[in-house]
């Protein structure tokens, strides 16, 4: 080929390389959902789920429980972190979705100062956008909690998250790596209990590092089977550190009412031990679609 | 603001020097791992590869593991390995799986090297008198460098690819700051550090270009020198 | 193993997912890389660059590519497409100096006999020169198949599912099995993709039967050294 033609191709390929480069160079958000993303039937209640094995059971209980009730059904399950799916759920394309009251309240309005289940609920419905509804909210829980083994608890006197300033010397907080930047991480012990700590990431197995000493204090959910099984003390909160975080569905508005009452019982019937329980049924190797059967069947509500 | 010039922002504000893990530690941390888990590696299949390569025995098995590697997904194997050697020891289950990523690409290298001379030339060596051990050493292992310095630069690009993934089980490394970051849903941050991984993976690419362009024997791919020629 | 018969549904399920998921950038991959990989060979100047950048591609690890790729071409970090996109652009970047060396290893003889035949250029390429550099290509695209395969379970980590799913969860429920299974599937998977390639090139290349030819072990070896290997992308 005529060295001319290899110029041009050359400058053509590179030309169509900036070309890509620069419009792409968008300031779109790359977090956010596509456009004409996934699209359900018409008729088929979407639900989806945290990437979070916890959060899909309850998900797959709803799924089971409205099947059970007749309606159509299809699951989207481990979606990902709350600013993802929040949007597709705020547009309809998600139309149920397991949530906890006090995380998602903190994402609506990060100012929110209460801290009870029922203040933080009633907060969280206020600040909901209109096209999401709470439905009623469980008496289970999972929520962020500092925890630390019975041996620093009793060799420390510690009830309490405030106790902590008993400690002589350098306590290590452990947790996901993001508890580095959230409020109720290290900045908001300074500001609350005024505890300068020290943050290690410690990723999923927060509870066993906790045990095995590599951490003073971790952060582990408090529907984590570990925290029984490990023997670890889950430290109170007195000045509302953690919101409280009840299970709550959060439903598109325009089917919310449909499957209100199917949903409630469900939420209503689920106690604080149960979700302990059913995680610890997962993470004995449980598959989720059995132990969510298990539970509705044993709650007489399937 | 356009994305890039975001991650860029977030990559040089005074907040990188502090925290939980300043920017240039994680760094340090990653070319740390990346190098140890490469020694080690290199340690086990240059002495394997050359003895595969310069006795012809084992070469089948050779090939066949290295395209096995291929397949594992390093990912997994991580996670696995954290998991069970346990949590105390998560670093060391970790550098076990990048050793173990990174062997194949070295043993193939160090065997390449040493079946691409000429056999003439090896031939020649003997008549000459070197004992085996002489000819591995003084005439195979050198022609053959440059075949080796080629597996060490794959075997070091798929560890520092790797040594990222490991962010998911808080290895620490530029790694700590993608994970953070997706947990946090801050775009910037990820964008940020995958930049610092790229350069990173350049450099050393880069490096590994001038090595090998400085060890290219005079012949270039081991044609017999003029004293060895066979006449 | 009681977690894995317990939970073969769930495996089945993700292995299609993870097939869906990998065979759209291995085909895709070859496609594109054909004229590439033929510019790339044809063109001296061009084809330089042009490897040059598919090796530099190559060396990106992967999750720092499914990273930036929204910021260059404004996919959704979330979306599958965008995972999609960059194992292709891997495939693409192996496939492609595959093919410049499988035309390369035609032998000019024979090319040059059916040019005094009367082949036009077009039939030359696929009546000749892309026959007979079948093997190399097959070669190239068994690699390119197996590491595809492996290199989807990343998609996990930014929420796209498929055997990568069970490491994350079987991370966070402490399942030993699950992991291991994830991996042993997967790995399955690769071995069984590339058993297929092999036999759908003895079908197509029937003359490659009897013996592989010396030129093509040696290539497939001898790649590993010259860093084409797919190490850098994990």
Redo the contacts between chains.
């Keep these: ?1 005529h060295a001319q033609h ?1 110029r041009r ?2 400058a053509a ?1 590179l030309a169509t390389a900036a070309a ?2 620069l ?12 456009d004409g ?1 996934e699209s359900s039937s018409s008729d088929a209640i979407v639900i989806g789920s945290q ?3 916890s959060n899909e059971i309850v998900a797959e209980i709803y799924a089971q429980a409205l099947e059970n009730a007749g309606f159509e059904v299809e699951r989207n399950f ?7 799916y929040m949007p597709s759920i705020e547009s309809g394309e998600i139309d149920l979705f397991p949530e906890y009251t006090g995380n998602t309240l903190q994402y609506f309005d990060d100012t929110a100062s209460v801290t009870e289940a029922d203040e933080v609920y009633e907060a969280l419905v206020a600040a909901l956008p209109e096209s999401i509804t709470a439905l009623d909210y469980s008496e289970a829980s999972d929520q962020d909690s500092y925890n630390v083994t019975a041996e620093y608890a009793e060799a420390n006197d510690l009830t309490t998250i405030a106790d902590l300033a008993n400690v002589d010397g350098e306590i290590r907080v452990g947790g ?3 508890l ?2 959230r409020e109720y991480g290290p900045t908001g012990l300074e500001e609350l209990y005024g505890l300068t700590v020290a ?7 927060t509870a ?2 906790l045990a ?1 000493g ?1 951490i003073d204090v971790g952060n582990v959910y408090s529907a984590d089977p570990n925290i029984a099984a490990l023997g670890l003390v889950t430290l109170e909160d007195p000045e509302g550190l953690f919101l409280a975080s009840n299970v709550v569905p959060l439903a598109s508005s325009d089917i919310a009412d449909e499957i209100a009452e199917v949903i409630n019982a469900v939420s209503a019937a689920m106690t604080a031990e149960d979700l302990v329980a059913l995680n610890q049924e ?2 004995d ?3 989720t679609d ?1 132990i969510a059967t298990e539970w509705l069947t044993a709650a007489g509500l399937v | ?4 010039q975001e991650a860029l922002a977030w990559l040089t504000s005074p907040d990188r020097a502090s ?3 300043p920017l240039a530690e994680a760094i340090g941390q990653h070319i740390g791992f990346t190098a140890v888990s490469v020694l080690i590696a290199a340690a086990i299949a240059i002495p394997l590869g050359y003895l595969i390569g310069h006795t012809g025995k084992g070469r089948e098995m050779a090939v066949g593991l290295s395209g096995a590697a291929r397949a594992i997904p390093s990912f997994g194997l991580i996670l696995l390995l954290v998991l069970v050697l ?3 020891r ?1 670093e060391i289950g970790a550098v076990i799986a990048f050793v173990l990523l990174a062997i194949p690409s070295i043993l193939a290298g160090a065997y390449a090297g040493v079946q691409a001379v000429d056999r003439r030339t090896v031939d020649a060596a003997r008549s000459v008198g070197m004992t085996e051990w002489q000819i591995l050493l003084k005439v195979e292992a050198p022609l053959g460098l440059p075949l080796l310095i080629g597996g060490l630069r794959s075997a070091t690009l798929q560890v520092v690819a790797t040594v990222t993934l490991a ?4 290895l620490g490394g530029i790694g ?1 700051h993608i ?2 970051g ?4 801050r ?1 910037e941050q990820i964008l940020g550090a995958s930049l610092i991984v790229v350069v990173l993976a350049l450099t050393l690419d880069l490096l590994f270009a001038l090595i090998t362009l400085a060890v290219r024997p005079g012949g270039g791919s081991g044609r017999p020198r003029r004293r060895l020629a066979t006449s | 193993m ?2 894995v018969l ?2 073969l549904d ?1 495996i089945g399920r993700l292995s299609l997912d993870h097939l869906r998921l990998s065979v759209v950038p291995i085909v895709l991959g070859f496609v594109i890389a054909i004229p590439l990989g033929w ?1 790339a060979w ?5 084809g330089a ?1 042009l490897l040059t950048v598919a090796g530099l591609l190559y060396t990106i690890p992967s999750i720092a590519l499914i990273v930036a790729l ?10 599958e ?1 965008n995972v999609t996109i960059a194992l292709t652009l891997y495939a693409v970047a192996i496939m492609s100096r595959s093919v410049a060396e499988a035309l390369g290893s035609v032998d000019t003889g024979t090319r040059q006999a059916a040019v005094a035949m009367g082949y036009s250029s077009w039939r030359r390429f696929w009546g000749v020169d892309f026959p007979l550099a079948g093997p190399v290509l097959l070669a190239g695209l068994r690699v390119v198949a197996v590491s595809t395969i492996a290199l989807v379970t990343v998609g996990a980590l ?2 796209i ?1 498929s055997l990568g ?1 069970l490491f ?2 079987g ?5 030993i ?2 992991i291991l299974a994830g991996l042993v599937v997967t790995m399955a998977l690769a071995l069984i993709v590339d058993g297929l390639l092999v036999l759908v090139g003895r079908a197509l290349m029937p003359w490659t039967r009897r013996q592989p030819s010396a030129s093509v072990k040696e290539s497939a070896e001898t790649s590993f050294g010259r860093g084409v290997n797919p190490g850098g992308a994990a």
């Design positions: 080929m290899q191709l050359v390929g890509l480069i419009a792409g160079c968008a300031s779109g958000d790359p977090l956010a959902e596509e993303g990437d979070y094995y481990s979606i990902g972190q709350r600013e993802a996901p790596a993001e580095e930047e943050f290690e990431p410690t990723a999923a197995t066993e590092a095995a590599q997962s993470v190797g449980g598959s059995d | 603001m356009n994305l890039f925290g939980t893990l346990g949590v105390t998560s962010g998911y089980v808080n700590f994970i953070q997706l947990q946090l849903r775009y | 009681n977690w317990d939970n769930l510019v044809r063109l001296r100047i061009t660059v929204p910021a260059i071409i404004g996919t959704s970090l979330l979306s497409s930014v929420g599912d799913y994350t969860n991370y966070q429920r402490r399942i099995p699950e």
